[in-house]
């Protein structure tokens, strides 16, 4: 096993690496900056490594600091988190011209699924479903063709896009151009790409990924599904595992699918296959991520399987002792994410926290901060992880909006509160919600 690994992140992903990494005896390196000096991951690392002031284009998304932070520590691998370097095939490459092991999974594959009109074509090519889309739009012209095709509503998408940038539906053919050039040029201010697709608009959508592990000598598993139709500017907030509505049998296909996805690319790691379900079920391939996911925890939860634990060992070229036949759903898990928001705009809202007191529970709470902090405006407003795992779902809502009441956090905009309105919500308590939940149940609806 390594005897050092670097965490090329930042916040409650950094310290749950390091929690992973010091339960095999391994030597923690942080790197951080003046932004970051006190936040937790930074004293709980073996090691901690000041690679900038604040920018992240300065620090954790600088390739060459990070490397000499690694080489100056003598490391062994170097595991990205999520976000930032996970998915950057740059990053990847400098850790293999270094001989650092890079936890995740080969460039190769990165390269493979991060585009995602290539993605497009290399699934069609094995026969995986898709949304009916044109992968070939060199312009609005061409983009407002094929929608007259197939019919409003559609989804316009950039290629490189991630987090909803480039993403928008059009109903009216009158606004597709205007979105066009939009949404194509933020994908090239963001990504550096501007390829755009076009799909059509699934009504009543959900999003529901399948998570799979594979190791390096040919074992590929699935650990079943994860809902994550939650969601405000096509960004998660809730997530859980088991779907509260969706049968065995979709589930096993969708499983098999993910599986056959993965093994097509050669993958190995920890790695996502995301799906958009329709209300008939039937799914249809969305995209692969290509590390650990931030709702990771629910799986890890229902199914007992580490992840970090496991992209450790695979990374070690270590094989996978798991069979797909020993993965077993228990219970209900449900993961909510803490933002430093305003919940009315969803816009972050930094500021001096200046009093928090996590409440005691039967709760796994995997929070950036432990206590009174400033929250800078320079990264993700993600504030905390807070997962519960019981026997049924509607005893895991109940103890989460326990929770969330008891929560005390003052000095900063949260949505705690909206939070509790998604919990108690009888949409969301049915179980049978969508990708437009909050949009319609919770902005259309605000809480008095």
Known sequence: MFKSVLIANRGEIARRII??????????????????RHMPFVSEADVAELIG????????????????????????AIHPGYGLLSENIAFVNACRDHGITFIGPSPEAIEQMGDKIASRLLMAQHGIPLVPGNNDIADAAAAKQFADEIGYPVM????????????QRIDDPAKLEKAFESNQRRAENFFGNGAMFIEKFIEQPRHIEIQVLADKHGHTIHLYERECSVQRRHQKVIEESPSADLTQETREKMGATAVKIAEAIGYYNAGTVEFLVDK?????????????QVEHPVTEETTGVDLVYWQLKIAND?????????????????????????PKTFFPSPGEITHIKWPSGDIRLDAAIDGPIKITPFYDPMIAKIICHQETRDEAIESLTA?????????IKTNRLMLIDCLTNAVFRSGKYTTNFIEEQIVAKPSK
Do not use: W
Not at 53 to 76: F, M, P
């Open 19 to 36: 929690r992973g990494c010091k339960a095999q005896n391994i030597r923690t390196v942080a790197v951080y900056t003046e932004a970051d």
């Open 53 to 76: 002031k604040d920018q992240v284009k300065d620090s954790y998304l600088n390739i060459d600091k990070i490397i000499a932070a690694a080489k100056k520590h003598d490391v062994d």
């Open 156 to 167: 316009l998408k950039a290629s490189a896009g991630g987090g909803g940038i480039g993403m």
């Open 280 to 292: 008939d079920e039937n799914f249809y391939f969305l995209e692969m991520n290509t590390r650990l």
């Open 318 to 342: 270590e094989p996978l002792e798991i069979k797909q036949e020993d993965v077993k759903q228990s219970g209900h898990s449900i993961e909510l994410r803490l933002y430093a928001e305003d």
């Open 403 to 411: 929770y969330l009441e008891q929560l005390e956090i003052e000095g």
